[in-house]
């Protein structure tokens, strides 16, 4: 299901067209996210200086605009990509390929 199940934090934050702040690995599904759709930062886990420079940086002008952008484009992706119909459609989709495989084993 990757790219249709996510944390459900995720959706929450999406829908209230909130930016994300991801702890983890640039590898996991929702860095590639955050990167496309560009509704977040994402910062290695364990890294502290860099989460105390990003959130030094969020409370200067220019951070709360750089924020303001994030928040837009978390709005956006949850009308465009993250849509109920879309992911329902996503979730049916590959619940009937994973039947089809499955018969062929």
Do not use: N
Request: charge should be positive; glycine fraction near 10%.
């Amino acid at each position: 299901m990757i790219g249709s199940v996510h944390p459900s934090k995720f959706y929450t934050a999406i829908g209230a067209g909130k930016p994300l702040l991801l702890l983890g690995s640039g590898q996991s599904p929702l860095a590639s996210i955050l990167a496309e759709v560009g509704c977040g930062w994402r910062i290695d886990h364990g890294d502290v200086e860099a989460m105390v420079a990003r959130l030094r940086h969020l409370v200067t002008v220019e951070g709360q605009r750089e924020l303001r952008d994030k928040e837009a484009a978390s709005v956006r992706a949850c009308v465009t990509r993250f849509a109920t119909s879309d992911l329902r459609e996503s979730w049916a989709s590959q619940g009937d390929q994973a039947l089809r495989e499955g018969r062929r084993a």
